[in-house]
């Protein structure tokens, strides 16, 4: 994202507040506050050093939700590119079938089927990608059956509109970062190839037979393809075809785009390369040109507190395992890749396991980012130290009980690493987290009871929640006097970037979000 030339970089200094101390920024991921109970995972595992603490963006989905409402998103450039496939091929939608509003919603789908129908696509083909993520398990039988309803509607009026495959987020099309490029290829041989281990009729019929396996769950539901009478599959992607990739969110559509839109490309065989008219929601990566079609113009997010802070001198290091490295680094940058000044910026990937599910190996990487944030603190090379520590998310999400506690101390391990880091060095400390998950790992009914199915066992939940999420500032090295300010009581992330900026000696800029501190005299 390039950031126009007029903007003033300089940040004045904090009238209170002094320059020079190592700042760790502690992000936990999937780590909300909630009661207390054997379903609390961080309640239940072992975890000295945030209890010791406790002595505390959806951009993208606005600018589709804006674009459909407005109907913009059919005047642009986008939407017109793929339209030229209308009149004699078909119109693929490659997407997370989910109203859970973190990587895609439903409804935007829904939208965006009608207004495509009625602007001359007569073959449409739906390739879902089943949640059970950000939303609960099992809820992909109803939004299939919600789809279906839609795609018949649209095929009593005439337009040839159906499911062509499927499989589980996880299992199928929507890796990230680079972490595993099979699941990827899943989704390509049934996209594209027609290619997958299961056949069904219909889309809700093979979903409800694939959960039926043992330990089935949304996530990880194998692919699938739609098949006719005659056992062909119904939509594989072909020359002349036109592509839209509806998520939203760009981590896990970014390599799927690579796949479709290179041509030289080596990451897995694809048989096959359509050339195809393709198109994302939003363009998912701005450095990259990925893709180089989009149907909503991305979000512009210019002047992060990261760019303004190396601006001012600020030496930074960040770190975290492949499957949230984007979040101490793109996400952070304002989706933008790369860095802002190498002299300045050292980014750590630590590769993440692959093939596994993450509860086999519940404290992933966890001990290793601890390691290397506390190295580079101790280097004393750097004024700030980021990083995000996964293992609350990642097998929060599997809704692996035993195992999410085990992670859940594993990440309280890393978290003493740095803080005893920063004790040396005379730094600073802020940890919080983006949002909770491992805090509460089963359905409840309205009174807060967890809730059974017909066999008497509790329902497990993998979505994330919607709890709070805690936020602990100290270390030898702040300023007598700080505070939380009593003035911002719906503080949130939003806020942090301020804070952190006052805590680096700087004022933040008079737009950004207000900090969540003060220095009382």
Same mark, same amino acid.
């Given at each position: 994202?390039?950031?126009?030339?007029?903007?003033?970089?300089?940040?004045?200094?904090?009238?209170?507040?002094?320059?020079?101390?190592?700042?760790?920024?502690?992000?936990?991921?999937?780590?909300?506050?909630?009661?207390?109970?054997?379903?609390?995972?961080?309640?239940?595992?072992?975890?000295?050093?945030?209890?010791?603490?406790?002595?505390?963006?959806?951009?993208?989905?606005?600018?589709?939700?804006?674009?459909?409402?407005?109907?913009?998103?059919?005047?642009?450039?986008?939407?017109?590119?793929?339209?030229?496939?209308?009149?004699?091929?078909?119109?693929?939608?490659?997407?997370?079938?989910?109203?859970?509003?973190?990587?895609?919603?439903?409804?935007?789908?829904?939208?965006?089927?009608?207004?495509?129908?009625?602007?001359?696509?007569?073959?449409?083909?739906?390739?879902?990608?089943?949640?059970?993520?950000?939303?609960?398990?099992?809820?992909?039988? =109803?939004? $299939?059956?919600?789809?279906? @309803?839609?795609?018949? *509607?649209?095929?009593? /009026?005439?337009?040839? +509109?159906?499911? !062509?495959?499927?499989?589980?987020?996880?299992?199928?099309?929507?890796?990230?970062?680079?972490?595993?490029?099979?699941?990827?290829?899943?989704?390509?041989?049934?996209?594209?190839? =027609?290619? $997958?281990?299961?056949?069904? @009729?219909?889309?809700? *019929?093979?979903?409800? /037979?694939?959960?039926? +396996?043992?330990? !089935?769950?949304?996530?990880?539901?194998?692919?699938?393809?739609?098949?006719?009478?005659?056992?062909?599959?119904?939509?594989?992607?072909?020359?002349?075809?036109?592509?839209?990739?509806?998520?939203?969110?760009?981590?896990?559509?970014?390599?799927?785009?690579?796949?479709?839109?290179?041509?030289?490309?080596?990451?897995?065989?694809?048989?096959?390369?359509?050339?195809?008219?393709?198109?994302?929601?939003?363009?998912?990566?701005?450095?990259?040109?990925?893709?180089?079609?989009?149907?909503?113009?991305?979000?512009?997010?210019?002047?992060?507190?990261?760019?303004?802070?190396?601006?001012?001198?600020?030496?930074?290091?960040?770190?975290?395992?492949?499957?949230?490295?984007?979040?101490?680094?793109?996400?952070?940058?304002?989706?933008?890749?790369?860095?802002?000044?190498?002299?300045?910026?050292?980014?750590?990937?630590?590769?993440?396991?692959?093939?596994?599910?993450?509860?086999?190996?519940?404290?992933?990487?966890?001990?290793?980012?601890?390691?290397?944030?506390?190295?580079?603190?101790?280097?004393?090379?750097?004024?700030?130290?980021?990083?995000?520590?996964?293992?609350?998310?990642?097998?929060?999400?599997?809704?692996?009980?035993?195992?999410?506690?085990?992670?859940?101390?594993?990440?309280?391990?890393?978290?003493?690493?740095?803080?005893?880091?920063?004790?040396?060095?005379?730094?600073?400390?802020?940890?919080?987290?983006?949002?909770?998950?491992?805090?509460?790992?089963?359905?409840?009914?309205?009174?807060?009871?967890?809730?059974?199915?017909?066999?008497?066992?509790?329902?497990?939940?993998?979505?994330?929640?919607?709890?709070?999420?805690?936020?602990?500032?100290?270390?030898?090295?702040?300023?007598?006097?700080?505070?939380?300010?009593?003035?911002?009581?719906?503080?949130?992330?939003?806020?942090?970037?301020?804070?952190?900026?006052?805590?680096?000696?700087?004022?933040?800029?008079?737009?950004?979000?207000?900090?969540?501190?003060?220095?009382?005299?």
């Amino acid at each position: 994202m390039s950031t126009t030339s007029t903007t003033t970089w300089k940040l004045a200094d904090h009238p209170k507040l002094p320059k020079g101390k190592t700042i760790a920024v502690v992000v936990l991921d999937g780590w909300g506050e909630a009661s207390p109970d054997q379903y609390n995972c961080i309640h239940v595992a072992d975890t000295p050093t945030m209890d010791s603490l406790k002595n505390s963006v959806q951009q993208g989905a606005k600018l589709v939700d804006l674009a459909l409402a407005s109907g913009k998103i059919y005047e642009d450039e986008g939407f017109n590119y793929i339209k030229e496939s209308f009149a004699n091929n078909t119109l693929h939608l490659i997407g997370l079938m989910s109203d859970g509003g973190v990587h895609s919603r439903l409804d935007q789908l829904q939208l965006l089927l009608k207004g495509a129908s009625e602007r001359g696509a007569k073959r449409i083909r739906v390739h879902v990608l089943t949640d059970g993520r950000d939303v609960v398990d099992g809820s992909s039988v =109803g939004f $299939a059956e919600t789809l279906e @309803k839609d795609l018949e *509607e649209l095929r009593g /009026k005439g337009i040839d +509109a159906q499911v !062509a495959s499927g499989g589980g987020r996880m299992y199928v099309t929507m890796d990230r970062y680079e972490n595993d490029w099979e699941v990827v290829k899943r989704g390509w041989d049934a996209q594209v190839l =027609g290619e $997958a281990p299961h056949k069904f @009729k219909n889309v809700v *019929e093979a979903i409800k /037979k694939l959960r039926e +396996a043992p330990n !089935a769950n949304d996530q990880y539901l194998p692919p699938f393809v739609i098949v006719d009478d005659n056992g062909n599959p119904v939509g594989p992607i072909m020359d002349g075809d036109a592509v839209v990739t509806f998520n939203f969110r760009a981590d896990r559509m970014t390599m799927l785009a690579q796949a479709l839109e290179y041509e030289k490309f080596d990451k897995f065989d694809r048989v096959r390369f359509p050339k195809i008219r393709y198109a994302g929601m939003l363009q998912y990566d701005g450095e990259l040109k990925l893709p180089s079609h989009y149907l909503v113009s991305p979000p512009l997010i210019e002047r992060t507190s990261g760019e303004y802070l190396v601006h001012n001198g600020i030496r930074t290091f960040a770190c975290s395992e492949t499957v949230k490295f984007g979040h101490v680094t793109f996400f952070w940058n304002g989706n933008r890749s790369g860095y802002f000044n190498k002299e300045l910026e050292e980014y750590v990937e630590i590769p993440s396991d692959s093939g596994i599910t993450f509860n086999v190996q519940p404290k992933m990487k966890a001990l290793e980012i601890g390691e290397k944030a506390r190295d580079a603190i101790l280097s004393r090379k750097f004024d700030q130290v980021r990083v995000n520590i996964p293992n609350g998310d990642m097998v929060g999400h599997t809704g692996d009980i035993e195992a999410t506690i085990v992670a859940c101390k594993a990440a309280d391990q890393a978290v003493k690493m740095i803080l005893d880091a920063i004790e040396q060095v005379g730094g600073i400390y802020l940890v919080t987290a983006d949002h909770g998950n491992a805090e509460d790992m089963v359905k409840r009914n309205k009174k807060g009871e967890p809730l059974v199915d017909k066999d008497g066992k509790v329902q497990i939940q993998t979505s994330h929640t919607l709890q709070p999420v805690p936020v602990a500032i100290g270390g030898p090295g702040l300023a007598a006097g700080v505070k939380f300010r009593k003035d911002v009581p719906n503080g949130g992330l939003a806020n942090v970037a301020a804070t952190v900026m006052n805590l680096h000696g700087f004022v933040a800029p008079d737009d950004y979000e207000t900090t969540l501190i003060e220095v009382v005299d």
